[in-house]
């Protein structure tokens, strides 16, 4: 089974609102409410940011908030902070107890 | 305080097995899944496998099946993942998470580097 699509890349500048997409199939993204959103530093452990598509962990900035249409899953950061340059990754249940992930986004913040 | 603490890195020959636990403490195995996920360097997250500690399944990614076998010694709270006939594309830093039923993972361990190389 093939990762889910995400841009190998994305950037902006502080303050501004990025958003990163994840496309799946309907074997995926689009038969389950049950993507998750990673951020991760280099040399560190993913940090889980949004789950089912749109919940937001304790502790998590309201900064950042998911969506879905279909068989595409999108995360956005609102007020982009230099804290928030990091890989990301989109998850998504595939059903038979199995999950698959997506390649990884580098945001760059300006 | 939920911890995942994984052992430390290890360098492997071809063909060899390497063998990862990952220590728990601040919940009950059951209360979660565990699963695998794998990172080669500079790449991305690679989902491998999973054990329920309910009743014992445990599913693996079809590229796994067959090489990876996850187990878990519950009297110790430690989940291990052992994983065979290793080639240098097996190079990588392997996690272990747990896994909600909303197949989301909270909580991770810090990660074990292999390096397979002869």
């Known amino acids: 089974q093939s990762a889910l699509t995400q841009p190998a890349s994305v950037s902006g500048s502080p303050g501004q609102s990025i958003t990163i997409s994840c496309t799946g199939t309907s074997s995926d993204i689009g038969t389950y409410n049950l993507v998750s959103w990673y951020q991760q530093h280099p040399g560190k452990a993913p940090k889980l940011m949004i789950y089912e598509v749109t919940q937001r962990p304790s502790g998590v900035s309201n900064r950042f908030s998911g969506s879905k249409s279909g068989n595409t899953a999108s995360l956005t950061i609102s007020g982009l902070q230099a804290e928030d340059e990091a890989d990301y990754y989109c998850?998504?249940?595939?059903?038979?107890?199995?999950?698959?992930f997506g390649g990884g986004t580098k945001l760059t913040v300006l | 305080e939920v911890q995942l603490v994984q052992s430390g890195a290890a360098v492997k020959k071809p063909g060899a097995t390497v063998k990862i636990s990952c220590k728990v403490s601040?919940?009950?195995?059951?209360?979660?899944?565990t699963h695998w996920v794998r990172q080669a360097p500079g790449k991305g997250l690679e989902w491998m496998g999973l054990?329920?500690?309910?009743?014992?399944?445990?599913i693996y990614a079809e590229k796994f099946h067959g090489r990876v076998t996850i187990t878990a010694d519950t009297s110790a709270d430690i989940v291990y993942m052992e994983m065979a006939s290793l080639r240098s594309e097996d190079t990588a830093v392997y996690f272990c998470?747990?896994?909600?039923?909303?197949?989301?993972?909270?909580?991770w361990g810090q990660g074990t580097l292999v390096t397979v190389s002869s």
């Open positions: 998470a747990t896994l909600s039923t909303s197949w989301t993972s909270d909580y």
């Open positions: 998850c998504s249940y595939a059903g038979s107890s199995t999950v698959i």
């Open positions: 054990l329920d500690h309910q009743d014992g399944e445990t």
């Open positions: 601040g919940y009950t195995l059951t209360d979660y899944f």
